[in-house]
């Protein structure tokens, strides 16, 4: 099997739904099919399965996932440069949503900068990037040159004392400690940051305490805005999560994570976790940051709050 995949497709900047009911960006662009990150709870593998490049080159999208193997499109910021004059400033571009623009592969190609770039250069919009690579510090001039307009994500599905327990649900990624350390770096920069806690399982996320926790870090970052969303039946790969926990010892955490999969306890879940993460927020004086995105209309919940995002109403 190869390291990695070119795949030439005819997408650029979508429109992205998922992205304009959390309110966080109006399109998205990918800079590829597949990162190479490997982390367990990525839904990108179930949701490109039948793209295909998978036919051609004979190996599923999960066998290359697992494998670490990236896909990447080197030619994404050319066609971000053709469409993004339709672009307004108004519109804000989420790059990426399924792949990490700063991962190994799409490093070697500075894909990541060449794709924020393109946007930048060809049109008015905002940019947000996601990524868990601390490889976003060596874009850091161009950063600093569009400060006004761009924004970097942190993604934290645990409190940093934790740092070591998530690595095998992360084992392509840089580690949380390095990441810290490098959006530091960025907010003192004068970068703006805003933080990503998703997918929040239970046990790793334990109540309102981690929660205060996690808050605090992003707090030393100065994240503009918090995103928080607990892990998805559908696409986050719960019994995966939970067995590798457990293979990695951390029985009492797969225990819960799996958990989450009996009747009735995927709402009892949701419902603890929102009183806690709104406790949190409060306890914080960051709740008119966060935005909870719960996959429900809020039937049966005892709850509504403006900072919650009910994703099916
Ligand atoms: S970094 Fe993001 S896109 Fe890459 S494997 Fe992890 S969750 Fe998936």
Redesign the pocket.
Known sequence: MKNGYIVKRDVGIMNCTECLRRGMATHTANVGL??????V????PSRIFRHSIFKEVGVSAFEL?DQGVAIVDPWTPIRIAKKSYKLTKDDIVLI?S???PY?KSSSKLSLGRRCVESVLKNSEAKVKI????TAIINDLDLLCKFKDRVSVGM?IIAPVYKSEIIKCL?P??CDLKDRLFIWKRLSEQGVKTFGMVNPCMPGIINGKDDMVSIFETLSEINSEAIWIEPINLKWNNVARCAEVLKDNRYNEYGELVNGLRKKNAYKNYLKNFISGSLSAAYDCRCHDKIKIIVNSDGDGFDVDDPSIVWLKR
């Open positions: 597949l990162c190479g990150q490997r982390c709870y990525c839904s990108s996932f990426s399924q792949t990490d991962d996601m990524t868990k690579s993604s992360e392509g990624a």
